[in-house]
């Protein structure tokens, strides 16, 4: 008797089902991925992660190696944390691994991925990258800018004069430092004053980036288990989108700002980079259309990423030193020998002070502001180390861990400038020993800028100033701790008390 017809159909499609399962089970248990802790159900090994990643991931490759494998959720997470893992990712694999993955800090705070730091691998990044090369950051328009760092550094130095003797919070100046300089160099101008017409006042806007930059690091649980992402346990995605509309009204009225003022003028020559961006944007030969959200989008990067770190940084260093009075008497020295006292230290002096470049190096060696650099992600399979990496993993490359490897650096928990004097390491994206700024196609194309800005002021910091801790503070009772976002800034800002150094005439007096 034939068998009905039906059957035959569900039984052939009950067969392929098997035949498609059995496949995937085979494929998945054949691909040999890096060693890790054993996820649990639905949190995968969040539960591992405390409230400082870098340094509860840095724990567990201690145990697992330098290629490692995490779930957060259900996202797959590989973690580099050796020289040879970061060249890999960073280097040999750097086309694999250029793209980042989608989180909600990049849809809710940044026009749903078109800045440059969080847009997927793609002609719109890659053009980004261009423009930052050719237009943003070349030498000829930061050089052209080199009056504004110089005049808003010496600003920030009569400030502190004036302040002498009495306690400071140095985060405070450095930020507006950092800001000024970047907002003048970006938008054309200090948008951010304290007067009644001013869109937002210093303070504010302070407040903006900080909180920023801590959406843009935090591990927010609904990227990572997605059926529970509406819920927003954290409130996160609710801060993120009340944190966009400041932002965007404020990059809303720049633009329109520098839209009314290049309206109609034949031949106009851009002045800041707003203007070059708007320009781009008009370019009918563009490869892909800058629209005005991509417009917003940059300017927004430019200012985070130009204000935050290099005060965070600069802030790192002078307190490492408050620790240790032997290495500001050698600062000083290297200042006094090579400078003077009559002036104050340029840009140009830089390459003539080892010991001060070897400050900011080692500082950047213990407190890399973006600890696991930005997350990348991988475009396709790959292979690591005799590991699979399949498409779709987000990977962390931990240089905290890096900088911390008793193979590569002595006494590595201690702070020692002379490690590099005579050594030929740089931050430049080439030594994998030192990667504050990354590497590869996605390296910090503000690295030369954010360079100049924290040497330069922390240059002048030492030249202009004694520093001391308040109230008879004892160094080892400075607190040290950090917290955790895309930026890794001291948990309790640092006060500190200054005393010129220098004749007063130099301060302007
Ligand atoms: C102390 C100063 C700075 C540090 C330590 C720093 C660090 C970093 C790091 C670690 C990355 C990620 C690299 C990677 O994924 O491999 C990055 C990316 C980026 N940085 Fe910086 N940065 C600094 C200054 C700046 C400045 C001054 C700007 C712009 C004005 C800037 C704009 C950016 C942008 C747009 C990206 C994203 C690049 C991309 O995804 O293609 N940064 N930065």
Partial sequence: ??????????????????????????????????????????????????PLPHRSIHELSKKYGPIMQLRFGSRPIVVGSSVEMAKQFLKIHDITFASRPKMAAGKYTTYNYSDITWSPYGPYWRQARKMCLMELFSVKRLESYE??????????????????????????????????????????????????????TPGEFKKMLDELFLLNGV???????????FLDLQGYVKRMKILSKKFDKFLEHVIDEHNARRQGVEGYV??????????????????????REGVKGFTQDLIAGGTESSAVTVEWAISELLKRPEMFKKATEELDRVIGR????????????????????????????????????????CEIAGYDIPAGTEVFVNTWTIGRDPTLWDAPDE????????RDIDVKGQDFELLPFGSGRRMCPGY??????????????????????????????????????LSTPKKIPLVAVVEPRLPTHVYGQ
């Fill in 270 to 291: 851009a002045k800041d980079m707003v203007d070059v961006l708007l320009q781009l944007a008009d370019d009918p030969t563009l490869e892909v259309k800058l629209h």
């Fill in 219 to 229: 591990v927010n649980i609904g990227d990572y288990i997605p059926w529970i992402d």
């Fill in 415 to 422: 702070f020692r400038p002379d490690r590099f004097i005579g």
């Fill in 147 to 200: 009056y504004i760092r110089v005049e808003e550094l010496r600003a920030v130095l009569k400030g502190l004069y004036a302040s002498s003797g009495k306690p400071i919070v140095l985060k405070d100046h450095l930020s507006t430092l950092s800001l000024n300089v970047i907002s003048r160099m970006v938008l054309g101008k200090k948008y951010t004053d304290e007067s009644e017409t001013s869109i937002v």
């Fill in 1 to 50: 008797m034939e068998a009905p017809s039906w059957a035959v159909y569900a039984l052939a499609w009950l067969l392929s089902l098997a035949l498609v399962i059995l496949s995937g089970h085979f494929r998945r248990r054949r691909a040999n991925l890096p060693p890790g802790p054993k996820p649990w159900p639905i949190i995968g090994n969040l539960n591992l992660i405390g």
């Fill in 448 to 485: 030369s800028l954010g360079l100049k800005v924290i040497q330069a002021s922390l240059a002048n910091l030492l030249q202009g100033f004694t520093w001391n801790l308040p109230d008879k503070m004892k160094p080892e009772n400075l607190n040290m701790e950090e917290i955790f976002g």
């Fill in 342 to 381: 009559e002036r104050w230290v340029e840009e140009k002096d830089i390459p003539q002070l080892p010991y001060i470049q070897a400050i900011v190096k080692e500082t950047m060696r213990m407190h890399p502001v973006a600890p696991m650099l930005v997350p990348r992600f991988s475009r396709e399979d």
